[in-house]
């Protein structure tokens, strides 16, 4: 009987086409636990690896969001903190190393106003804009990766998965830490509308003191004593 894979493959092996650019192989490895696609591609003028993961909002997390940011490189070795410091950073054209990431809407991946950046050895290695043909090569490879991530099958059990390591990581603390902050507002508000109030207690009782003082029943002027 003829064999059925009940999951998906744990690489997946493409060839994407870039038109002008050709043609893109591509071995994307997900990551079940933090929804993270790693892919390694290969071409004739492009090499390394693209990591890419859903782009949320922190303060509302959409497991459905369509923006997908894409890191140039691997996942982070132990104690790096930038783009920096990524292995295996894709390579164009042999001699430009690109760093950082870039956020693209995977429905609509126009290259209009993406930045992209590398190492420039000329400014002693610090990072720089890549030229403009560099960009449009490097936009098209980003946009065909985010359509193929749009069509993966598993593509709502990684977006979930990261929404949920997003929320592990920050997502919750940044919450609390809000409602904290708005709790300490509130309550710092009803002490002054409490004060506020105490003050116009004292204003009436101040004004209460002036008031005419009463007089007889039968409207006589009270009199003096005689000295």
Known sequence: MPYTRSTAPLVDAVTLNLTAYGDLRVLAKPNPATGVLRCLVRSPSVTGIFTLEPDFDYDTVDPATTRLKVHYGDELPTGAHTGTYRPHRPLVHGAVRLVDYSVINARDPSPHGIRIYHRDATTGHRRA??????????????????????????????????????????????????????????????????????????????????????QPADGTHVAHDAA
Not at 146 to 155: F, H, I
Not at 199 to 204: G, N, S, V
């Open 129 to 214: 804009r890549v030229s403009t043909a560099v960009t449009r090569h490097v936009a098209a490879v980003l946009a065909a990766l985010a359509t193929y991530w749009l069509q993966r099958p598993d593509l709502d059990r990684l977006r979930r998965a990261a929404a949920r390591t997003l929320l592990r990581h920050v997502g919750l603390h940044r919450k609390l830490a809000t409602i904290a902050e708005l709790e300490a507002l509130i309550a710092h508000r009803r002490r002054e509308l409490d004060e506020q109030r105490a003050q116009l207690t004292r204003m009436h009782e101040l004004l209460a003191e002036d008031a005419p003082s009463a």
